[in-house]
């Protein structure tokens, strides 16, 4: 999907505002941060993107389906901006329903489709070891 047309989507999202990408890049960022967590995936920022070309903005974004750029980044980036606005408290929270619905969805929908390329290679448990450990004399001691 075209970068310009996710930003005048989250405009849209924001009562029709004129924001410029510049301005949205923050959001958008915290969006896909919040995706690869989720998602144990490791997608690019647009951030990352603009920095890789000589701070030229990316003209696309096609890391993942259009589905859920439409919603869960325009909703996310809306519901980020509107926490940040002081006079937005009560439309965010909205935004923070339909958020958490999306990405829900995403995540059970996509996390067995995230390609190899992008997919984290951080484990999701913690792998303990633990030497010496005598549970069956610790439970006898016990009665």
Known sequence: MLVSTI?????????????????????MDAVIDDINDTLNSCFPTFGELREANDNVPPQEYNYFPDKYLRSVLVKGAAYKYYIMDEEGMAT???YNYEYADALFRMQRDYQDLVPEEYQADRPGAVDIAID????????LMWW
């Open 7 to 27: 930003v005048k989507n989250i405009n849209q999202q924001l009562a029709d505002e004129q924001f410029p990408y510049s301005q949205l890049e923050r959001f």
């Open 92 to 94: 965010a929270e909205a």
């Open 132 to 139: 010496n450990l005598d549970c069956y004399g610790s439970w």
